[in-house]
Protein backbone atom coordinates (compact mmCIF):
# COMPACT_ATOMS: atom_id res chain seq x y z
CA UNK A 1 0.00 0.00 0.00
CA UNK A 2 2.70 2.25 0.73
CA UNK A 3 4.17 2.13 -3.14
CA UNK A 4 0.63 2.57 -4.28
CA UNK A 5 0.70 6.13 -2.38
CA UNK A 6 3.85 7.04 -4.00
CA UNK A 7 3.66 10.50 -6.19
CA UNK A 8 4.93 8.26 -9.03
CA UNK A 9 2.11 5.44 -8.61
CA UNK A 10 -0.52 8.39 -8.26
CA UNK A 11 0.68 10.43 -11.62
CA UNK A 12 0.41 6.77 -13.42
CA UNK A 13 -2.91 6.59 -12.16
CA UNK A 14 -4.20 9.59 -13.11
CA UNK A 15 -2.72 9.47 -16.44
CA UNK A 16 -4.11 5.75 -17.22
CA UNK A 17 -8.18 7.07 -16.20
CA UNK A 18 -7.39 10.59 -18.91
CA UNK A 19 -6.68 7.96 -21.41
CA UNK A 20 -9.40 5.49 -20.83
CA UNK A 21 -11.62 8.67 -20.72
CA UNK A 22 -10.44 10.19 -23.80
CA UNK A 23 -10.69 6.85 -26.17
CA UNK A 24 -9.66 3.65 -24.37
CA UNK A 25 -5.88 3.42 -24.70
CA UNK A 26 -4.80 -0.56 -24.51
CA UNK A 27 -2.37 -0.85 -21.41
CA UNK A 28 0.55 -1.37 -23.92
CA UNK A 29 0.24 2.31 -24.92
CA UNK A 30 -0.15 3.60 -20.95
CA UNK A 31 3.30 1.65 -20.04
CA UNK A 32 4.41 3.49 -23.13
CA UNK A 33 3.33 6.51 -22.10
CA UNK A 34 4.52 6.24 -18.12
CA UNK A 35 8.28 5.15 -20.18
CA UNK A 36 8.01 8.89 -21.82
CA UNK A 37 6.62 10.39 -18.65
CA UNK A 38 9.70 9.12 -16.46
CA UNK A 39 12.22 9.87 -19.32
CA UNK A 40 11.01 13.61 -19.59
CA UNK A 41 10.35 14.04 -15.38
CA UNK A 42 11.77 17.27 -14.34
CA UNK A 43 15.27 17.91 -15.20
CA UNK A 44 16.20 19.97 -12.35
CA UNK A 45 15.75 23.74 -10.90
CA UNK A 46 18.19 25.80 -12.11
CA UNK A 47 18.50 27.30 -9.10
CA UNK A 48 15.65 29.91 -9.35
CA UNK A 49 13.11 27.59 -8.36
CA UNK A 50 11.43 27.45 -11.71
CA UNK A 51 11.31 23.50 -13.16
CA UNK A 52 12.50 22.88 -16.64
CA UNK A 53 11.31 20.42 -18.85
CA UNK A 54 13.01 18.73 -22.04
CA UNK A 55 10.27 19.71 -23.88
CA UNK A 56 11.86 18.31 -27.31
CA UNK A 57 12.30 14.78 -25.70
CA UNK A 58 8.34 14.72 -24.54
CA UNK A 59 7.51 15.26 -27.95
CA UNK A 60 9.45 12.78 -29.73
CA UNK A 61 8.18 9.92 -27.03
CA UNK A 62 4.51 11.37 -27.85
CA UNK A 63 5.13 10.83 -31.48
CA UNK A 64 7.29 7.52 -31.53
CA UNK A 65 5.62 5.73 -28.31
CA UNK A 66 2.48 6.11 -27.94
CA UNK A 67 1.32 6.08 -31.86
CA UNK A 68 2.65 2.59 -31.74
CA UNK A 69 1.21 1.34 -28.62
CA UNK A 70 -2.43 2.77 -29.25
CA UNK A 71 -5.20 -0.18 -29.44
CA UNK A 72 -7.40 2.52 -31.96
CA UNK A 73 -7.73 5.42 -33.63
CA UNK A 74 -9.97 6.75 -31.08
CA UNK A 75 -7.02 6.11 -27.70
CA UNK A 76 -3.87 7.26 -30.34
CA UNK A 77 -6.02 10.65 -30.68
CA UNK A 78 -6.77 10.97 -27.04
CA UNK A 79 -3.42 10.43 -25.88
CA UNK A 80 -1.34 12.69 -28.47
CA UNK A 81 -3.77 15.40 -27.39
CA UNK A 82 -3.40 15.20 -23.53
CA UNK A 83 0.44 14.10 -23.94
CA UNK A 84 2.10 15.70 -27.24
CA UNK A 85 3.02 19.29 -26.83
CA UNK A 86 6.55 21.11 -27.33
CA UNK A 87 5.92 23.90 -24.48
CA UNK A 88 5.24 23.93 -20.69
CA UNK A 89 3.72 26.55 -18.71
CA UNK A 90 6.00 26.14 -16.27
CA UNK A 91 9.22 26.87 -18.93
CA UNK A 92 10.44 30.41 -18.67
CA UNK A 93 9.85 32.85 -21.57
CA UNK A 94 12.37 35.52 -20.38
CA UNK A 95 16.12 34.15 -20.05
CA UNK A 96 17.92 37.08 -20.39
CA UNK A 97 18.28 40.80 -21.04
CA UNK A 98 17.19 42.18 -24.69
CA UNK A 99 16.41 45.04 -26.36
CA UNK A 100 13.91 46.02 -28.71
CA UNK A 101 14.69 45.24 -32.69
CA UNK A 102 14.41 49.05 -33.70
CA UNK A 103 16.34 50.43 -30.72
CA UNK A 104 19.38 52.27 -31.22
CA UNK A 105 21.32 49.68 -30.32
CA UNK A 106 20.03 46.69 -32.34
CA UNK A 107 18.74 48.24 -35.29
CA UNK A 108 22.51 47.88 -37.21
CA UNK A 109 22.41 44.56 -35.70
CA UNK A 110 19.72 42.91 -37.92
CA UNK A 111 18.51 42.88 -41.53
CA UNK A 112 16.12 45.36 -42.62
CA UNK A 113 15.35 43.57 -45.85
CA UNK A 114 11.57 43.76 -45.19
CA UNK A 115 11.67 47.37 -44.42
CA UNK A 116 13.70 47.74 -47.70
CA UNK A 117 10.62 45.37 -49.72
CA UNK A 118 8.28 47.98 -48.29
CA UNK A 119 10.25 51.13 -49.42
CA UNK A 120 10.44 49.89 -52.54
CA UNK A 121 6.37 48.94 -52.90
CA UNK A 122 5.80 52.38 -51.85
CA UNK A 123 8.45 54.06 -54.17
CA UNK A 124 6.82 52.10 -57.21
CA UNK A 125 3.45 52.97 -56.23
CA UNK A 126 4.13 56.68 -55.69
CA UNK A 127 5.60 57.13 -58.95
CA UNK A 128 3.47 55.09 -61.23
CA UNK A 129 0.89 57.98 -59.65
CA UNK A 130 2.94 60.61 -61.10
CA UNK A 131 3.71 58.74 -64.21
CA UNK A 132 -0.18 58.52 -64.78
CA UNK A 133 -1.16 61.80 -63.62
CA UNK A 134 1.45 63.16 -66.28
CA UNK A 135 0.52 61.00 -69.16
CA UNK A 136 -3.17 62.19 -67.95
CA UNK A 137 -2.11 65.64 -68.52
CA UNK A 138 0.40 65.99 -71.16
CA UNK A 139 -0.14 62.42 -73.21
CA UNK A 140 2.26 60.67 -74.81
CA UNK A 141 5.52 63.31 -75.97
CA UNK A 142 8.03 60.57 -76.61
CA UNK A 143 9.78 62.01 -79.97
CA UNK A 144 12.52 60.33 -81.44
CA UNK A 145 13.95 63.30 -82.81
CA UNK A 146 15.33 63.94 -79.06
CA UNK A 147 17.92 60.71 -79.81
CA UNK A 148 18.17 61.06 -84.07
CA UNK A 149 17.13 63.46 -86.22
CA UNK A 150 18.26 65.29 -89.46
CA UNK A 151 20.76 66.83 -87.75
CA UNK A 152 22.42 63.71 -86.80
CA UNK A 153 22.45 62.56 -90.61
CA UNK A 154 24.63 66.11 -91.14
CA UNK A 155 26.84 65.69 -88.18
CA UNK A 156 29.99 64.30 -90.22
CA UNK A 157 32.29 67.09 -88.66
CA UNK A 158 32.20 65.37 -85.72
CA UNK A 159 31.81 62.18 -86.83
CA UNK A 160 35.39 62.62 -88.45
CA UNK A 161 36.48 64.50 -85.40
CA UNK A 162 35.97 61.37 -83.87
CA UNK A 163 37.86 59.25 -86.13
CA UNK A 164 40.70 61.56 -86.33
CA UNK A 165 40.81 61.71 -82.18
CA UNK A 166 43.73 58.30 -82.01
CA UNK A 167 46.29 60.43 -83.76
CA UNK A 168 46.60 61.94 -80.24
CA UNK A 169 47.85 58.84 -78.08
CA UNK A 170 49.76 58.07 -81.18
CA UNK A 171 51.88 61.10 -80.98
CA UNK A 172 52.47 60.28 -77.03
CA UNK A 173 53.20 57.14 -78.21
CA UNK A 174 56.10 58.42 -80.49
CA UNK A 175 57.23 60.83 -77.88
CA UNK A 176 57.84 58.23 -75.25
CA UNK A 177 59.52 55.99 -77.57
CA UNK A 178 62.20 59.22 -78.15
CA UNK A 179 62.20 59.57 -74.36
CA UNK A 180 62.95 55.87 -74.00
CA UNK A 181 65.63 56.32 -76.84
CA UNK A 182 67.30 59.58 -74.74
CA UNK A 183 66.68 61.32 -77.53
CA UNK A 184 64.84 64.05 -76.02
CA UNK A 185 65.30 65.13 -72.25
CA UNK A 186 62.64 64.97 -69.79
CA UNK A 187 61.24 68.68 -70.11
CA UNK A 188 60.70 68.42 -73.40
CA UNK A 189 58.52 65.44 -73.21
CA UNK A 190 56.23 67.02 -70.61
CA UNK A 191 56.24 70.01 -72.92
CA UNK A 192 55.20 67.81 -75.60
CA UNK A 193 52.75 65.88 -73.76
CA UNK A 194 51.06 68.90 -72.40
CA UNK A 195 50.42 70.38 -75.98
CA UNK A 196 49.09 66.77 -76.91
CA UNK A 197 46.96 66.69 -74.18
CA UNK A 198 45.47 70.31 -74.59
CA UNK A 199 45.29 69.96 -78.13
CA UNK A 200 43.07 66.25 -77.85
CA UNK A 201 40.19 68.46 -75.82
CA UNK A 202 40.25 72.00 -77.81
CA UNK A 203 40.02 70.26 -81.14
CA UNK A 204 36.81 68.48 -80.33
CA UNK A 205 35.44 72.02 -78.61
CA UNK A 206 36.62 73.74 -81.41
CA UNK A 207 34.78 71.68 -84.22
CA UNK A 208 31.25 71.19 -81.90
CA UNK A 209 31.43 75.52 -81.60
CA UNK A 210 31.74 75.76 -85.52
CA UNK A 211 29.15 73.11 -86.27
CA UNK A 212 25.34 73.48 -85.23
CA UNK A 213 24.99 69.74 -84.33
CA UNK A 214 22.84 67.44 -82.40
CA UNK A 215 22.96 67.80 -78.26
CA UNK A 216 23.28 63.98 -78.10
CA UNK A 217 25.96 64.59 -81.09
CA UNK A 218 27.84 66.93 -79.25
CA UNK A 219 27.62 65.37 -75.76
CA UNK A 220 29.45 62.03 -76.73
CA UNK A 221 31.97 63.35 -78.57
CA UNK A 222 32.94 65.47 -75.75
CA UNK A 223 32.67 62.11 -73.64
CA UNK A 224 35.22 60.53 -75.75
CA UNK A 225 37.32 63.63 -75.60
CA UNK A 226 37.33 63.95 -71.93
CA UNK A 227 37.96 59.76 -71.60
CA UNK A 228 40.97 60.35 -73.94
CA UNK A 229 42.59 63.49 -72.26
CA UNK A 230 42.40 61.75 -68.97
CA UNK A 231 44.41 58.73 -70.30
CA UNK A 232 46.81 60.34 -71.90
CA UNK A 233 47.53 62.05 -68.61
CA UNK A 234 47.98 58.73 -67.00
CA UNK A 235 50.07 57.52 -69.83
CA UNK A 236 52.33 60.53 -69.48
CA UNK A 237 52.38 60.20 -65.52
CA UNK A 238 53.32 56.60 -65.84
CA UNK A 239 56.04 56.35 -68.33
CA UNK A 240 57.79 59.90 -66.51
CA UNK A 241 57.53 57.70 -63.04
CA UNK A 242 58.81 54.68 -64.74
CA UNK A 243 61.74 56.05 -66.81
CA UNK A 244 62.76 57.84 -63.18
CA UNK A 245 62.55 54.94 -61.52
CA UNK A 246 65.08 53.44 -64.54
CA UNK A 247 67.15 56.18 -64.50
CA UNK A 248 68.08 55.92 -60.06
CA UNK A 249 68.68 52.25 -61.13
CA UNK A 250 71.14 52.02 -63.57
CA UNK A 251 74.17 53.76 -64.32
CA UNK A 252 74.35 56.81 -66.22
CA UNK A 253 77.17 55.73 -68.73
CA UNK A 254 76.08 56.92 -71.77
CA UNK A 255 73.69 59.57 -73.40
CA UNK A 256 72.34 57.24 -76.27
CA UNK A 257 71.88 54.22 -74.24
CA UNK A 258 68.20 52.88 -74.35
CA UNK A 259 66.41 52.82 -71.15
CA UNK A 260 65.50 49.38 -70.16
CA UNK A 261 61.65 49.51 -70.49
CA UNK A 262 59.12 48.85 -72.30
CA UNK A 263 56.96 51.16 -74.56
CA UNK A 264 55.35 49.02 -76.05
CA UNK A 265 52.32 50.30 -79.04
CA UNK A 266 50.11 47.06 -77.87
CA UNK A 267 49.96 48.06 -74.36
CA UNK A 268 49.03 51.29 -75.52
CA UNK A 269 46.30 50.34 -77.69
CA UNK A 270 44.33 48.02 -75.51
CA UNK A 271 44.98 50.84 -72.57
CA UNK A 272 42.82 53.46 -75.26
CA UNK A 273 40.12 50.98 -75.29
CA UNK A 274 39.45 49.33 -71.67
CA UNK A 275 37.74 50.35 -68.92
CA UNK A 276 40.51 52.09 -66.99
CA UNK A 277 41.70 55.59 -67.07
CA UNK A 278 45.26 54.29 -64.93
CA UNK A 279 47.79 53.30 -67.17
CA UNK A 280 50.34 49.98 -66.56
CA UNK A 281 51.91 47.50 -68.52
CA UNK A 282 49.34 44.57 -67.68
CA UNK A 283 46.19 44.19 -66.23
CA UNK A 284 44.69 41.61 -64.59
CA UNK A 285 42.35 39.12 -67.19
CA UNK A 286 39.76 36.53 -66.86
CA UNK A 287 39.75 33.31 -69.13
CA UNK A 288 37.08 33.38 -71.13
CA UNK A 289 34.36 35.70 -72.34
CA UNK A 290 30.42 35.06 -70.85
CA UNK A 291 28.59 35.63 -74.36
CA UNK A 292 25.38 35.58 -72.55
CA UNK A 293 26.57 38.18 -69.76
CA UNK A 294 27.20 40.59 -72.71
CA UNK A 295 23.87 40.38 -74.06
CA UNK A 296 22.30 40.74 -70.99
CA UNK A 297 23.87 43.84 -70.08
CA UNK A 298 23.62 45.11 -73.72
CA UNK A 299 19.68 44.66 -73.13
CA UNK A 300 19.78 46.23 -69.92
CA UNK A 301 21.73 49.40 -71.57
CA UNK A 302 18.88 49.36 -74.18
CA UNK A 303 15.74 49.25 -71.62
CA UNK A 304 17.68 51.85 -69.41
CA UNK A 305 18.79 54.34 -72.05
CA UNK A 306 14.87 54.31 -73.18
CA UNK A 307 13.67 54.92 -69.26
CA UNK A 308 15.97 57.94 -69.36
CA UNK A 309 14.67 59.75 -72.68
CA UNK A 310 11.22 58.81 -71.51
CA UNK A 311 11.79 60.73 -68.07
CA UNK A 312 13.39 63.70 -69.64
CA UNK A 313 10.80 64.30 -72.47
CA UNK A 314 8.11 63.25 -70.50
CA UNK A 315 8.61 64.56 -66.91
CA UNK A 316 11.39 67.37 -67.00
CA UNK A 317 10.66 68.91 -70.29
CA UNK A 318 7.09 70.16 -69.45
CA UNK A 319 8.26 71.44 -66.30
CA UNK A 320 10.26 73.60 -67.94
CA UNK A 321 8.64 74.66 -70.55
CA UNK A 322 5.54 75.29 -68.56
CA UNK A 323 7.88 77.40 -65.94
CA UNK A 324 8.11 81.23 -65.71
CA UNK A 325 11.81 82.65 -65.60
CA UNK A 326 13.16 82.21 -61.83
CA UNK A 327 13.91 86.15 -62.15
CA UNK A 328 10.37 87.02 -63.02
CA UNK A 329 8.40 85.05 -60.42
CA UNK A 330 8.21 84.78 -56.68
CA UNK A 331 10.65 83.04 -54.70
CA UNK A 332 8.25 80.51 -53.44
CA UNK A 333 7.63 79.79 -57.04
CA UNK A 334 10.90 79.10 -58.25
CA UNK A 335 11.39 76.83 -55.43
CA UNK A 336 8.57 74.61 -55.93
CA UNK A 337 9.62 74.37 -59.78
CA UNK A 338 13.02 73.22 -58.47
CA UNK A 339 11.74 70.77 -56.35
CA UNK A 340 9.78 69.43 -58.77
CA UNK A 341 12.24 68.94 -61.03
CA UNK A 342 14.26 67.51 -58.37
CA UNK A 343 13.04 64.09 -58.20
CA UNK A 344 13.23 64.10 -62.47
CA UNK A 345 16.58 64.72 -62.64
CA UNK A 346 17.69 62.40 -59.29
CA UNK A 347 16.47 59.30 -61.23
CA UNK A 348 17.84 60.15 -64.79
CA UNK A 349 21.19 61.03 -62.89
CA UNK A 350 20.83 57.44 -61.13
CA UNK A 351 19.85 55.78 -64.45
CA UNK A 352 23.02 57.77 -66.15
CA UNK A 353 25.27 56.06 -63.40
CA UNK A 354 24.16 52.51 -63.62
CA UNK A 355 24.51 52.72 -67.30
CA UNK A 356 27.71 54.10 -67.62
CA UNK A 357 29.42 52.92 -64.74
CA UNK A 358 28.12 49.39 -64.36
CA UNK A 359 26.30 48.44 -67.96
CA UNK A 360 28.65 49.84 -70.39
CA UNK A 361 32.24 49.38 -68.60
CA UNK A 362 31.29 45.92 -67.60
CA UNK A 363 30.00 45.06 -71.22
CA UNK A 364 33.79 46.78 -71.95
CA UNK A 365 35.59 44.56 -69.62
CA UNK A 366 33.89 41.27 -70.65
CA UNK A 367 34.83 41.61 -74.39
CA UNK A 368 38.38 42.83 -73.47
CA UNK A 369 38.64 40.54 -70.72
CA UNK A 370 39.28 42.89 -68.03
CA UNK A 371 39.55 41.32 -64.59
CA UNK A 372 39.51 43.97 -62.20
CA UNK A 373 35.56 45.74 -62.74
CA UNK A 374 35.66 47.34 -59.82
CA UNK A 375 34.67 50.20 -61.20
CA UNK A 376 32.73 52.26 -58.46
CA UNK A 377 32.76 51.80 -54.55
CA UNK A 378 29.75 52.01 -52.50
CA UNK A 379 29.53 55.55 -52.64
CA UNK A 380 26.15 55.79 -51.10
CA UNK A 381 27.50 54.73 -47.97
CA UNK A 382 29.48 57.66 -47.41
CA UNK A 383 28.94 59.61 -44.64
CA UNK A 384 30.62 62.42 -45.22
CA UNK A 385 32.07 64.67 -48.63
CA UNK A 386 35.60 64.04 -47.78
CA UNK A 387 34.37 59.75 -47.75
CA UNK A 388 33.10 60.63 -51.14
CA UNK A 389 35.32 62.35 -52.22
CA UNK A 390 37.98 58.85 -51.28
CA UNK A 391 35.59 56.46 -52.57
CA UNK A 392 35.79 58.49 -56.25
CA UNK A 393 39.60 58.58 -56.13
CA UNK A 394 41.43 56.49 -54.25
CA UNK A 395 41.73 52.88 -55.69
Not at 62 to 89: F, L, M, N, Q, W
Not at 97 to 126: M, R, T, W, Y
Not at 135 to 145: C, N, P, Q, T, V
Not at 335 to 341: A, C, D, F
Request: some cysteine; glycine content about 6%; hydrophobic content about 45%.
Amino acid sequence: MASLDSPESVEQTTLRRRMNAAGGASFKGATAVEECDSENKVLGDGGDGVDRVNSTTLSGCSEGKVSDGGAGAGGREGSEGAIKYSYRPSSPAHHRAKESPLSSDAIFKQSHAGLFNLCVVVLVAVNSRLIIENIMKYGLLIRAGFWFSSKSLRDWPLLMCCLTLPVFPLASFLVEKLAKQRRIDDPVVVLYHALIAAASILYPVFVILRYDSAVLSGVALMLFACTLWLKLVSYAHTNYDMRAITKASTQEDGTNVELPYDVNLKDLVYFMVAPTLCYQMSYPKVACIQKGRVARQLLKLVIFTGLMGFIVEQCINPIVKNSRHPLKGDLLYAIERVLKLSVPTLYVWLCMFYCFFHLWLNILAELLQFGDREFYKDWWNARTFEEYWRMWNMP
